[in-house]
């Protein structure tokens, strides 16, 4: 795997994925299966090295943390109930979601700051002549956090998996991060919006699904692209951005490859 890393400002916190697989869970966050939200927030993990995302390490902290509570709710009770005596410490597993639930306040709080900020923006910044792409992009639909591109990412990475292992065959190549930007760009802006699946069509290998992948993320990084969803968990569709959202960043060539694994 190459040196090229992402880091992904908006999705980027532990504290954002575990609120992410809460909501899987479709539970109060007072209600959530602690052991099965250490056991995805592992899964997730594995998954962001396995793509070679950049992790921060506030990540490896908690999930040390989830293990400390899974291993806890694991004991017999009555083992559950000697561990509190001798610790005298509070429950670690209330401390965490009591912190979920400030965030989760934060989160909502600092969401609406920015729906209204862009809002403000598209009324007064917009630049004479400027029109988007898409009137309305995003219209009626959600924004598709880093969290639900990497489990689709991961879906498609599986499927080459089986493929691989079923030809047993090592496929010497290598792709261009920044080829694979190229590429992106120009088939969305022939057909204006893809689905997630289709950027994946024709990949001959797990090396350039990685590349497409982080060619992708860099692009919506740049606002250049956007990732939405018509419901929670949805299938994700990728669409162009309208060109008042999309940043340029000079002096930020993507150059390194990544190889097959």
Do not use: C
């Not at 908006?10 to 994925?17: A, I, K, Q, R, T």
């Not at 899974?70 to 083992?79: A, C, M, N, T």
Request: proline share 4%.
């Amino acid at each position: 795997m190459s040196d090229f890393k992402i880091q992904f400002k908006v999705f980027e916190g532990p504290m954002d994925l575990l609120l992410f697989l809460v909501r899987k869970q479709e539970v109060d966050i007072y209600e959530v299966n602690m052991t099965e939200l250490a056991t995805q927030f592992l899964e997730y993990v594995e998954m962001m090295k396995r793509l070679d995302l950049e992790l921060a390490g506030e990540f490896i902290v908690m999930a040390s943390t989830l293990m400390y509570i899974k291993s806890r709710e694991l004991l017999p009770v009555d083992q559950q109930v000697e561990v509190e005596d001798e610790e005298e410490l509070e429950d670690p597993r209330w401390e965490l979601i009591r912190k979920l639930v400030e965030y989760k306040r934060f989160k909502d709080i600092t969401g609406d700051l920015q729906k209204l900020e862009f809002e403000q923006e598209k009324v007064y910044t917009r630049r004479p002549g400027s029109i988007p792409l898409d009137p309305l992009p995003m219209e009626n639909r959600l924004e598709a956090s880093i969290f639900d591109l990497i489990g689709a990412v991961d879906e498609v990475l599986q499927r080459y998996n089986h493929r691989e292992a079923a030809k047993r065959e090592i496929v010497d190549d290598q792709w261009s991060v920044s080829e694979k930007i190229v590429l992106i760009r120009r088939r969305l802006s022939e057909a204006g919006r893809l689905n997630f699946s289709e950027l994946f069509e024709g990949n001959g290998s797990r090396g350039e699904v990685v590349a497409t992948f982080l060619a992708l993320l860099e692009l919506i990084r740049l606002r250049h692209l956007l990732a939405s969803q018509g419901e929670v968990f949805g299938e994700i569709e990728i669409i162009v951005a309208p060109v008042d959202m999309q940043r340029i960043v000079p002096g930020e060539p993507v150059t390194e490859t990544v190889e097959a694994q």
